[in-house]
């Protein structure tokens, strides 16, 4: 962790030159392949491979009196981790000891110069940024950011945010948070993490198993199961830890909730003498209705993006498997072919994959699934694999691996690419990945 | 009430414990007062007779039905069900992988258990669904919620009250035995009782 924290812009640049020598490679041997490799391309946009823009994002202007440390640590170093990451931008360093400057940037081949001017004001730290074309020397985008200290670090993601939606229309991940669950502490708690590994606290101290934490669609609150009361109930709680509320469902076990789309409805898995099913309940605990009606196993919902479908896990041929049914519970149809026990269906953020954890040789693997073809692919790894959740702009999942031996959450890129371990202490398990927060 | 139940609960436990006969540890102590059998046999003139005993161990010799097995019924309930188990007087149930169905040897054991439950009918009952840690963890909640609501109505159809019993799956949350061998497995696939007040 030490490591990644403190990574440069030089590493972070060589990281995303190998990056996109890599996929310029991967493309040029899948072009000459056949169509069983074009499955894993299909996931390469090439318009995205030749469209990184070479950035040059120099270390702020300081005014007289601003601390270098404190900026370079809750600024720069969270900005440049935000660009190298979002897989857009190739930063470009600039020759030390010349002034940063548009000119400066285009001698070093940069298309584009981010400008950042750090000032103090009483207590506030006031930010001021532009994007510059290289070529027109236009400024085309142009900033003012201001506050404490602490929010130095929320100041570069919203750069980074901005500089994302600016190139390709979509808002950046970079504001975006991680709910999961950790051992760290003694008993499993629920916690929360920035969608980079940073800034990990917990948010429940039930004392007592906490499970499966899954986001509201506006990212303020939290759903999930906690064993609190001696028996598995559904709580909900914002997400800074207060507020909390139980849900009273009327049936046992109370695992796997989840918030449907529209917030209205948190489907969970409900038991009534020993047979689990899917039900809803409104989030305001209003109104119980089961959705599967079947004497077999059914457990883990995912609501589809568009909230028109749920995906489940049903034992109703023998083993687990991953079945898809409309939202009122009919058309139900089975999803997953492959092993002999497949579970934690997620959704992608546009509706067209489903990951989900699959039996793979005595290991679980992640599976990713184009439901309308139903081809599958693993994101293969070592140890076992488990619970993908997806990122909010769908270029990357994050999943539970024991693969050094303790449960720890990771983050990959969905071609399979930029691995990065993001927690390490305790046993950490059940990602979320909140929506797009601004 | 309670300080005045108390004492006959624990004569009716001892009473339950030997009428059912179940598996127990305690041992009886033999009896090491002189075997006064010569008083009417033959033989044995010369020994030295015992005066003091000769009198009072006529009664040991006619009557021998008043032996007795006598053990603490703990009173806390965390110390009741280790020793409810370890004596089997409450036994849990096992199942076969990725299985919710009971075996010969988990209704024999039920059944064990729900003589002992209907002879002492103030104590709830929890049956917690557990399961080992090879599967996933939400699909494993709910096998574990499988099991146990199998064991309690097992247990209700032997004659115990269901109101008297909650059931509650850990999945693979609180194994028994954390390795990985078979044997680890076996103990952690269970529908495991828990007394409570």
Same mark, same amino acid.
């Given at each position: 962790m030490a490591d990644q924290k403190t990574g440069s812009s030089t590493s972070a640049s060589i990281l995303l030159s190998l990056r996109a020598l890599a996929i310029a490679v991967t493309l040029t041997v899948l072009s000459m392949q056949t169509s069983a490799q074009q499955e894993v391309a299909a996931d390469i946009d090439p318009s995205k491979a030749v469209s990184l823009v070479k950035i040059a994002a120099p270390f702020p202007q300081l005014a007289a009196g601003v601390a270098a440390g404190t900026v370079q640590q809750g600024f720069f170093?969270?900005?440049?981790?935000?660009?190298?990451?979002?897989?857009?931008? @190739?930063? !470009?360093?600039?020759p030390p000891n010349v002034p940063p400057s548009v000119e400066a940037s285009g001698r070093a081949g940069a298309t584009a110069f981010l400008k950042t001017d750090m000032s103090t004001e009483g207590e506030e730290y006031i930010v001021e940024a532009r994007l510059y074309d290289v070529k027109s020397r236009t400024i085309l985008l142009g900033k003012r950011y201001r506050g404490k200290v602490g929010a130095l670090t929320r100041m570069a993601h919203t750069v980074a945010n901005d500089l994302v939606r600016y190139y390709n229309g979509k808002p950046g991940i970079f504001?975006?948070?991680?709910?999961?669950?950790?051992?760290?502490?003694?008993?499993?708690? !629920?916690?929360?993490?920035?969608?980079?590994?940073?800034? @990990?606290?917990?948010?429940?101290s039930?004392?007592?198993?906490?499970?499966?934490?899954?986001?509201?669609?506006?990212?303020?609150?939290?759903?999930?199961?906690?064993f609190a009361r001696g028996t598995s109930d559904i709580y909900i709680v914002n997400?800074?830890?207060?507020? #909390?509320? #139980?849900?009273?469902?009327?049936?046992?076990?109370?695992?796997?909730?989840?918030?449907?789309?529209?917030?209205?409805?948190?489907?969970? !898995?409900?038991?009534?003498?020993g047979n689990p099913d899917i039900y809803?309940?409104?989030?305001?605990?209003s109104e119980v209705r089961r959705l599967t009606n079947s004497n077999s196993i059914e457990t883990t919902p995912a609501f589809s993006p568009n909230g028109r479908q749920i995906a489940f896990t049903s034992s109703r041929t023998g083993t687990p498997q991953i079945y898809v049914m409309d939202a009122e519970?009919?058309?139900?149809?089975?999803?997953?072919?492959?092993?002999?026990?497949?579970?934690?269906?997620?959704?992608?953020?546009?509706?067209? @994959?489903?990951?989900?954890?699959?039996?793979?040789?005595?290991?679980?693997?992640i599976r990713i699934m184009s439901p309308n073809t139903s081809r599958t692919?693993?994101?293969?790894?070592?140890?076992?694999?488990e619970q993908p959740a997806w990122a909010p702009d769908g270029r990357s999942i994050v999943f539970t691996s024991n693969r050094s031996g303790r449960w720890q959450l990771y983050r990959i890129s969905i071609d399979g690419t930029n691995l990065y371990q993001l927690t390490t202490e305790g046993q950490n398990t059940a990602p979320s990945w909140s929506p797009t927060v601004q | 009430m309670n300080i005045i139940r108390k004492p006959f609960l624990l004569v009716l436990m001892v009473a339950v414990a030997l009428t059912f006969g179940c598996r127990t540890k305690t041992k009886v102590t033999p009896k090491t007062t002189p075997d006064n059998t010569s008083s009417d046999s033959v033989g044995d003139v010369n020994t030295t007779p015992d005066m003091t005993s000769t009198v009072s161990d006529r009664a040991d010799f006619v009557d021998e039905n008043d032996r007795m097995v006598e053990e603490t019924i703990p009173s806390d309930i965390g110390e009741l069900n280790k020793v409810a188990q370890e004596r089997g007087w409450i036994r849990d149930a096992y199942f076969d992988y990725d299985e919710a169905t009971l075996s010969a040897e988990a209704q024999e054991a039920l059944t064990v258990s729900a003589s002992w439950l209907k002879n002492n009918?103030?104590?709830?009952?929890? &049956?917690?669904?557990?399961?080992?840690?090879?599967?996933?963890?939400?699909?494993?909640?709910?096998?574990?919620?499988?099991?146990?609501? &199998?064991?309690?109505d097992y247990l209700a159809t032997l004659g115990v009250d269901s109101g008297r019993i909650r059931t509650v799956s850990y999945g693979e949350e609180r194994p028994f035995d954390s390795g990985t061998s078979d044997e680890s497995y076996h103990q952690n696939r269970r529908a495991h009782l828990v007394l409570g007040r």
């Open positions: 170093s969270p900005l440049t981790r935000d660009l190298a990451f979002s897989e857009i931008f @190739q930063i !470009v360093p600039l504001l975006s948070q991680i709910t999961f669950v950790s051992t760290r502490d003694g008993q499993k708690e !629920v916690y929360l993490m920035d969608f980079d590994g940073s800034n @990990q606290r917990r948010i429940t039930h004392g007592s198993i906490s499970l499966s934490p899954e986001w509201s669609p506006d990212g303020e609150q939290i759903v999930y199961t906690s997400r800074r830890g207060g507020g #909390r509320k #139980r849900l009273e469902t009327g049936v046992g076990l109370n695992i796997s909730p989840m918030f449907s789309p529209d917030a209205r409805d948190v489907a969970f !898995v409900g038991s009534v003498r809803l309940i409104g989030s305001n605990g519970g009919s058309n139900v149809r089975r999803m997953s072919f492959d092993g002999n026990w497949n579970d934690d269906a997620a959704w992608s953020p546009d509706g067209e @994959q489903l990951a989900y954890t699959s039996r793979v040789g005595g290991k679980f693997q692919r693993i994101l293969a790894g070592e140890g076992s694999n | 009918p103030t104590y709830a009952l929890t &049956v917690e669904g557990h399961c080992d840690s090879r599967g996933t963890e939400q699909y494993n909640l709910a096998l574990g919620d499988r099991r146990a609501n &199998v064991a309690k």
